[in-house]
């Protein structure tokens, strides 16, 4: 009795809430294992921030973070040449968002990076996306 409830136990809290296949158990080409990283980052006065690196490819994965410190959550975007949404990200005051995204066209794309519910009073990054 007591190694089976030894073993429910121990499997207890390992269940991913999203339900995401957990990477050692997904396809070895699902996702790429260092893809590029896009990083932004709100400071506890609401200053926004990025890498210095803002590139990706066409058609691959990018990881996308944005690191907040502030009392106000923050939203990010990324809009490809048409101004078409990409990919869209909250953070909560003092949180973290992160993903990943897969931007489709070439070309100059831009990150938008506001408090939550006011999207003109943000920063914009540009990104380049490049083919692969």
Do not use: I, W
Request: overall charge negative.
């Amino acid at each position: 009795m007591g190694v089976v409830l030894a073993g429910f136990l121990s499997s207890c809290g390992q269940e991913n809430p999203s339900g995401a296949a957990p990477l050692s158990e997904r396809a070895e080409n699902d996702v790429p294992l260092n893809p590029p990283t896009l990083r932004f980052h709100v400071s506890a006065d609401g200053q926004v921030d990025a890498s210095p690196d803002l590139k990706a490819e066409a058609g691959e994965v990018a990881a996308v973070v944005l690191e907040n410190e502030s009392e106000t959550a923050y939203e990010l975007r990324l809009l490809d040449p048409e101004g078409d949404q990409v990919y869209a990200v909250e953070a909560p005051a003092g949180g973290r968002g992160d993903g990943r995204a897969m931007p489709r066209d070439v070309g100059p794309h831009v990150v938008e990076v506001f408090p939550v519910g006011e999207p003109g009073v943000g920063e914009e990054f540009p990104v380049d996306v490049s083919e692969n």
